[in-house]
């Protein structure tokens, strides 16, 4: 099983981004899905999750109405929408899969992970 972010870029303070990430070479059927990312010097955080089936969501309170965690199961896909971005919101942002389903899920939690996208904030 394999997951690939998309969407990062280059983008100025308040601007939205829309970053994909889509299972490929099996079939996510459980678990939950998460956002993380990780600035420059610092450890990597978990930004939002969401549950495969019941759908529940956690937002980080750094992101929180400015994030929105969705999922399409029939494609095997989660999206994170990112608007009013911030200068803060500068680094790489990788999507992970925890099987067991924990919302959110720690680090340790994740057993499938993304290479990760980059997402620059500029003034």
């Known amino acids: 099983v394999q997951l690939q972010a998309s969407g990062g870029g280059l983008v100025q303070v308040g601007d939205s981004l829309k970053l994909s990430c889509v299972v490929s070479?099996?079939?996510?059927?459980?678990?939950?899905w998460a956002w993380f990312r990780q600035a420059p010097g610092k450890e990597r955080e978990i930004v939002a999750s969401i549950h495969r089936n019941w759908g529940n969501i956690y937002y980080a309170d750094s992101v929180k109405g400015r994030v929105t965690i969705s999922r399409d199961n029939a494609k095997n896909t989660v999206y994170l929408q990112m608007n009013s971005l911030q200068l803060e919101d500068t680094a790489v942002y990788y999507c992970?899969?925890?099987?067991?389903?924990?919302?959110?899920?720690?680090?340790?939690?994740?057993?499938?992970w993304g290479r990760g996208t980059l997402v620059t904030v500029s003034s």
């Open positions: 070479g099996g079939t996510f059927r459980r678990g939950s």
């Open positions: 992970g899969i925890d099987l067991s389903g924990g919302i959110p899920p720690g680090l340790i939690d994740i057993d499938y």
